[in-house]
């Protein structure tokens, strides 16, 4: 099979195994040319719509109302279109959760992950926020982005509309998210991080990008994000004589209290949390990457994405 088709297929299995179908342009920008990628990254888009356009001529692919999917995954545009209602109130409450949160001391990028990033979600889905902060005082930044809306019974479990999920926080010494992935592949990993919504960044993100190459090597039509709001600067970044605190180069008074937070936070987490502490990639605490997805399906997804790949004769 030529590695265009195998690509568009294998793309096409993987959002179907997360059940959302992209738009065309989606599907170029996150187009899994596995290990083609180079060949395949001098292509045209073009020649990229040319094959789906075969693909729906064959029947083997759908498109409609601006959607593709697989032809056994159709219904996924009809679902997909139903929960696009949400995605305006969603959005709004997310600009206002994260007008605070950039505003925090020590964060220096906010985004949307998941399905609200997508558009895709439920009427009382949680938002979740992926947070990237200074180095150095990652667990006292949570508590201040955390502890507002835990007062004001906005958190997961006590508000049953928009709750704010802060569950994904990484320092900027970090930001190579590779070391968090499932081996010898995640694919939901690498396509979450492709359609991660930045509401606010201060510059970090280009960082973030160049930091995962490697990672987002098989999507060679990826695009850096643009964040909705304007960049975030902070007083906080700099220290008394201007210079950025750093991991390498941060000082003691910056380190003593960071231990006071990570004491305080570890107290108030659950037991289920400190029971799968760096067990796996689950859950993950340290002074770089506070990361709480007890539930995490990425296995399932994998599996599911796998067997697609198998039934339409193409590697993972």
Known sequence: MEPLRAAVLRTLAFHAAWGYAPTRLQ??????AGNDAAAISSIGQDEVFLVLDELISQDIAVEMTGR????????????GRGREIFFPRKLRNARRAAA???RVPGVRAVCLCNTVA?????DKSDLDFFILTHSGVLWRTRFFCATPFKLLGARPGARSVDPVCLSFFVSDQALDLSPLALTPDDPYFRYWLLFLLPLS????????WQANAALLSRHPFAKKWI???APNLHPYSQTRDGRRETVDGRSQETVKPERFWRWLQWKMFPMEIRALANQD???????????FHVTDQRDAFRERYGNNCHELGVEE
């Open 201 to 208: 960044d201060d510059g970090v993100l280009d960082q973030l």
């Open 100 to 102: 605070y949160l950039r």
């Open 27 to 32: 599907l170029l920008l996150s187009l899994d």
């Open 68 to 79: 593709a999917a697989l032809k056994s995954y159709v219904r996924q545009i009809d679902e």
């Open 118 to 122: 997508l558009g895709q979600s439920n």
């Open 281 to 291: 990639t689950r859950v993950v605490c340290n002074n770089d990457v506070l990361k």
């Open 227 to 229: 964040a909705l709001d």
